[in-house]
């Protein structure tokens, strides 16, 4: 089955900027955008953003999304130790008509 | 206030059968899409199906087809996963999700002789 591609860790300091990507194929990021969930363990997956534009409310404006071609991307700026978490990044497949993950990154903040 | 609560989750031995249940409260449920989430120990998330607000439309992840079944009961607000002839990879917790908005807290299910 296939899937979205995340890289599995990624590392920034205090205060920077990560950005998270997520790759995909024409039939699904190419032609919407992706849906990207928090996940810290031991605690349900919180949404944080929907297709790249809805924002749920409570969400930081620390986060954007953006896509270019098959590639989705979660920017988080002003990093804090509570974005310290796992990322994953979602989307409809219009192939496959299924919803399909990423397998997700572990952003880390030093 | 908004809450998913999962429950019907355990210990199973490999082919048996689990049907988990997921009871919303704080939201309009008929007019949510429905999903069901896993994640394996030590593994990332995983979509496993969905359900549309009425109940019409169904689809699966290739590794369940067959296997399970998501339905839900609009009258109660409850959210159902029959799962059948279980192996060890069905090994997870079990999350319910609206839409992706709302998340429960999981339910473990384990399959192991």
């Known amino acids: 089955q296939a899937g979205l591609t995340q890289p599995p860790s990624v590392s920034q300091g205090l205060g920077q900027i990560a950005t998270l990507t997520c790759t995909g194929n024409?039939?699904?990021?190419?032609?919407?955008?992706a849906t990207w969930l928090q996940h810290h363990q031991g605690h349900p997956p919180k949404l944080l953003l929907y297709?790249?534009?809805i924002r749920p409310s409570g969400i930081s404006a620390r986060l954007s999304a953006s896509t270019s071609g098959k590639t989705a991307s979660l920017t988080i700026t002003g990093l804090q130790a509570e974005d310290e978490a796992d990322y994953y990044c979602s989307v409809w497949d219009n192939s496959l008509s299924n919803w399909v993950f990423g397998g997700g990154t572990k952003l880390t903040v030093l | 206030e908004v809450q998913l609560v999962e429950s019907g989750g355990g210990l199973v031995q490999p082919g048996g059968s689990l049907r988990l249940s997921c009871a919303a409260s704080?939201?309009?449920?008929?007019?949510?899409?429905m999903h069901w989430v896993r994640q394996a120990p030590g593994k990332g998330l995983v979509w496993v199906s969905h359900?549309?607000?009425?109940?019409?439309?169904?689809n699966y992840a290739d590794s369940v087809k067959g296997r399970f079944t998501i339905s839900r009961d609009n009258t109660k607000n409850i959210l159902y996963l029959q799962m059948n002839n279980l192996t060890a990879a069905d090994t997870a917790v079990y999350f319910c999700?609206?839409?992706?908005?709302?998340w429960g807290q999981g339910t473990m299910v384990s399959v192991s002789s």
């Open positions: 704080g939201f309009n449920f008929n007019n949510y899409w």
């Open positions: 024409s039939d699904n990021i190419a032609n919407q955008g």
């Open positions: 359900i549309n607000g009425d109940g019409t439309i169904t």
């Open positions: 999700a609206g839409a992706f908005d709302f």
């Open positions: 297709r790249n534009a």
